[in-house]
C-alpha cells in the first residue's frame, strides 16, 4: 500500500511506512491464502524486491530458525534479527527481522506464501516488502551491489522527515542505499568514505575480512589459543563477532581452571559461576586441576546446576567438603576424580558414590582419611575402574567386603598403599575375573616383608586373571620371577609390562633370615617367550637384568615401545636383535646406559632398510650420543638432550650423604696438639690478652662463637 500527496511536508514518512508495513503484513496473513491480492514484485523507486520485513517473532529466535523458514522459496544472502529493549526481569525478545534473497523472484515466492507455511513455534510471520533504502542497490547494468560486512551498519537507517537535503554532496536515501545491515548488521561508514560535492562517487568494491576468507573449522582452530576470558570480553566488539564467539563457546567440550594461570583475575566461585553461564551447558570435561583457595563450598553447587551433561570431572587441591550437589544436577557423571582434597572422607562420598549413579571410573590421590567405607554401603554397577594412591588410610579389609559387589571391575589400581594392603591383595584379586589393568606400584617398605606363602597366594590370585592385559609392577620391592612366571602362565593377552626398580640394588635383598633376588633374566624371558602380544615393556633399573635377559624380548614380535634405563650393564646386542626381529618398534629408550654405543644407531638405519617406519631412539647420557645427526635417516629420531633416567634409581647409585666414610672428615680437627695452631699462625695469637679484646677478634674474621663450639 501506497500514499502519495502533494505536500511532503505534512507527511510524518516514518510513521507512515511502518504503518504501511505492518498493513501489507495484516492483509497478507488475512487473504494470503486465497490469492485476494496483487504483490508489487518492484519498490515505488523501481528497485527489485529482494529484502523483506519480518515481524511477530516468537521470543529467543534465531537465525537458524528463520533460515529454516525462508529457504524453501530460495537462496538467502542474509538473515538480520533486531532485538528489542530488555524488560524488567525478562530477556531480550527480537523486535523485527530483515530477511534477504539473492532473486528477486524467491522473493515475490516467499511474499505469497500462505500464512501456515509461515510459522514459526506456534506463531504466524507477518512479513512485506522492506524499504527502499534497504534494498540492495543496482548499477547501471543491472548488477547487485552487494556490500561487504565493513560497510554494514548496526542500526536499521531511519527515515527522517528530509529525505531530500543533503549531506555532503549526497542525500539521506542514497546514502541509505550504500549501507544494508547484512548477517550481523556490524559496521560503520566514516564520514571521509563519503562522496564530497564535486568528486565522483568512487566504484563500490567488496572488502574480505579473515571471517570471509576462513571456514569454521579455521575460526574455532585460531580461537583455542585466545583465552576465554578475552574472548567473553571482546563479543563487544561487533554482533556478528559475539555471533561467532557464542558458537565456538557452545562447542566446547572441555574446560581447565589451569588456564587461568596467566589471567590476572583470581578465580573465585563468582568468577567460575560467571563462566560456566557461559560454556557450562556443552561442557562434558571440567577439570579444576589447581590449588584455589578462593573456591568456597559452594562450587559444587555452581558445577551442578550449570554443568548438566558433564560426564568427567577432576578436582585437585580444593578443600571442599560437600560434594552432594553434583548427584541433583550432573546426571550424566562417568568419571570423578579427587587429587589432593585433603577434606574429602568417606562421609563427602557416601551419597555421591550410589547404587544407581551412572559412575564409571573413579579415582582418589594423595588422601589420608578416606578409608574405603563409602563403598561397602552402595552396589555400584556400572563402576568399572577403581583407582587409589597415596592413600594412608584405605583399609584393605573394607576394601576387600566392598570388591564383592563390584563384578563389572576392569581396572584396579592400589599405588603405594599402607603396607599392610598388601597381604590382602591377594583376596582382593580373586573376586576380581575380569580385570584388564592392575597397578601395584611403590610398595618399597620392608618393615613387614610377606613370608614365602603368602608369594604363593599372590600367584595364586595372578592365575585367576585370564583377561589381564596392563600390569604395573614399578618399583615394588615384592615382585620376584615367580611372579613374573606366572604371570606368563596366566596371563597370554598381556600386552603391556612395567617391571621397573623392582630390586634395582645389586645382589640379593636380605630381610630377617630370607633373602629375595628380585626380578632378573628368568622372568623376563618368560614373560617375553608366552606373552606375544607385548607391546610395551619397560625393565629400567634391574641390577640382575643382562643382555642374555633382554634378548628375549625379540620374541615378542609386536613389541613397539622397549625402555631400558639406568641399566650400565646392558650393551647394544638386545637392542640390535629387537630391531631385526621386532618390525613394529617404534621407541627404544636407553638414557643412562653406560654401555650402549653409537653402533645402536647403525643397527636402527639397517632395520629402517628392510622395514620402514617411524621409529624414535632416546639416548641422553648414553656414549651414542656424540654421533654426528648427519648420518640419520629421515624416519629416524635420536634424541641425544632429553635424559629421562633417574640417578637415584640406578644399581651402581651410592648416597654420598650417609657414607661411612664421612665420620672421619672431622678427624683432622681433634688431632690437633693445640688448637691454636689449627685455627691460625702463631703470630696471629701471641697471649690471651688479645683474645679478650673484641675489636682485635672481629678484625681477624673470626667470630667468637665459633671459638667457642670448638
Given amino acids: 500500500m501506497y500514499f502519495e500527496l502533494e505536500d511532503d511536508a505534512l507527511v510524518q514518512h516514518e510513521l507512515l511506512n511502518v504503518v504501511s508495513r505492518e498493513l501489507f503484513a495484516f492483509t497478507s496473513s488475512f487473504d494470503g491464502s486465497y490469492r485476494l491480492r496483487s504483490i508489487p514484485t518492484h519498490t515505488e523507486d523501481g528497485i527489485p524486491i529482494r529484502k523483506i520485513y519480518v515481524t511477530n517473532l516468537p521470543p529467543k529466535t534465531t537465525r537458524n530458525e528463520l533460515f529454516g523458514v525462508f529457504a524453501q522459496y530460495g537462496f538467502i544472502k542474509s538473515c538480520w534479527i533486531r ?29 505469497q506464501a500462505p500464512y501456515h507455511e509461515r510459522a514459526l513455534r506456534g506463531r504466524n510471520l507477518r512479513i512485506s516488502p522492506a524499504d527502499s533504502w534497504h534494498q540492495p542497490a543496482e548499477d547501471s547494468e543491472g548488477r547487485v551491489l552487494w556490500k561487504s560486512y565493513g560497510q554494514q551498519s548496526e542500526d536499521m537507517p531511519s527515515p527522517s522527515n528530509n529525505n531530500d537535503k543533503q549531506a555532503n554532496g549526497i542525500s539521506v536515501r542514497e546514502l541509505s542505499d550504500q549501507i544494508e545491515p547484512e548477517t550481523d548488521g556490524t559496521a560503520t561508514v566514516a564520514v571521509n568514505d563519503l562522496p564530497k560535492a564535486g568528486e565522483k562517487e568512487v566504484e563500490n568494491t567488496r572488502r574480505y575480512c579473515l571471517l570471509d576468507i576462513l571456514n569454521a573449522d579455521c575460526v574455532h582452530h585460531i580461537l583455542r589459543y585466545v583465552s576465554l576470558r578475552d574472548l567473553i570480553r571482546s563479543e563487544r566488539v561487533s554482533k556478528r563477532w559475539r555471533m561467532m564467539i557464542q558458537e565456538y563457546i557452545h562447542g566446547m567440550r572441555v574446560y581447565k581452571t589451569s588456564w ?88 563427602s562420598l557416601i551419597h555421591l558414590i550410589k547404587s544407581d549413579c551412572p559412575l564409571e571410573y573413579l579415582a582418589i590421590a594423595n588422601n589420608t582419611h578416606v578409608t574405603g567405607l563409602f563403598l561397602t554401603g552402595s552396589c555400584i554397577r556400572k563402576l568399572t575402574a577403581l583407582s587409589f594412591y597415596n592413600c594412608y588410610s584405605l583399609q584393605g579389609a573394607v576394601l576387600n567386603a566392598a570388591i564383592e559387589s563390584m563384578s563389572n571391575i576392569t581396572t584396579l589400581k592400589l599405588d603405594v598403599c599402607p603396607i599392610t594392603m598388601w597381604k590382602i591383595i591377594p ?71 612395567n617391571v621397573s626398580s623392582c630390586n634395582s640394588r645389586k645382589g640379593f635383598l636380605d630381610i630377617g633370615n630370607f633373602r629375595c633376588k628380585g626380578v632378573s633374566d628368568d622372568g623376563i624371558a618368560a614373560v617375553c617367550r608366552s606373552c606375544l602380544e607385548l607391546k610395551h615393556l619397560d625393565v629400567s633399573y634391574l641390577a640382575l637384568l643382562t643382555d642374555n635377559g633382554l634378548a628375549y624380548a625379540a620374541r615378542a614380535i609386536n613389541l613397539t615401545t622397549l625402555i631400558a634405563r639406568g641399566n650400565p650393564a646392558l650393551s647394544v646386542q638386545p637392542f640390535a636383535l629387537c630391531l631385526a626381529a621386532c618390525h613394529e618398534l617404534k621407541e627404544i629408550d636407553v638414557c643412562g646406559c653406560d654401555s650402549v654405543s653409537e653402533e645402536i644407531i647403525v643397527e636402527a638405519l639397517k632395520a629402517l632398510g628392510t622395514h620402514p617406519r617411524m621409529l624414535v631412539l632416546r639416548l641422553a647420557g648414553t656414549p651414542a650420543g656424540q654421533v654426528d645427526q648427519a648420518r640419520w635417516h629421515p624416519l629416524l629420531t635420536v634424541n641425544v638432550d632429553d635424559d629421562r633416567s633417574n640417578p637415584h634409581l640406578r644399581p651402581d647409585f651410592v648416597d654420598r650423604i650417609f657414607d661411612n666414610s664421612s665420620e672421619d672428615s672431622f678427624d683432622d680437627i681433634y688431632e690437633q696438639d693445640d688448637i691454636d695452631d689449627f685455627l691460625a699462625e702463631d703470630d696471629d695469637f701471641e697471649d690471651d690478652e688479645f683474645l679478650d679484646n673484641y675489636e682485635d677478634i672481629l678484625r681477624l674474621g673470626v667470630h667468637p662463637p665459633d671459638i667457642m663450639m670448638l
Fill in 427 to 497: 583376596l582382593i584379586l580373586k573376586k576380581v575375573p575380569k580385570l584388564e589393568e592392575l597397578s601395584l606400584s611403590e610398595y618399597t617398605s620392608i618393615d613387614q616383608y610377606m613370608k614365602p606363602y603368602e608369594d604363593e597366594h599372590f600367584c595364586e590370585a595372578l592365575a585367576n586373571l585370564k583377561l589381564l592385559k596392563i600390569l604395573n609392577l614399578s618399583r615394588n620391592i615384592y615382585i620376584t620371577n615367580s611372579v613374573l612366571k606366572q604371570v606368563a602362565r596366566s596371563c597370554p593377552n598381556l600386552q603391556s609390562l
Fill in 260 to 347: 587461568w594461570q596467566h589471567v590476572p583475575v583470581t578465580l573465585t566461585t563468582a568468577v567460575l559461576r560467571r563462566v560456566l553461564q557461559k560454556v557450562g551447558h556443552s561442557l562434558l570435561r571440567l577439570h579444576i586441576d589447581h590449588n584455589w583457595s578462593a573456591l568456597n563450598d559452594r562450587t559444587a553447587h555452581t558445577i551442578g546446576k550449570y554443568c548438566p551433561h558433564l560426564e568427567e570431572l577432576k578436582v585437585m587441591g580444593m578443600h571442599t567438603k560437600n560434594w552432594n550437589p553434583l548427584v541433583y544436577g550432573c546426571k550424566n557423571l562417568r568419571r570423578l576424580i579427587f587429587v589432593s582434597c585433603n577434606k574429602l572422607t568417606d562421609a
Fill in 83 to 111: 532485538m528489542g529493549d530488555r524488560a524488567p526481569n525478562r530477556n531480550l525478545c527480537p523486535a523485527y527481522a530483515f530477511v534477504t534473497f539473492s532473486n528477486p523472484a524467491d522473493a515475490h515466492k516467499a511474499l
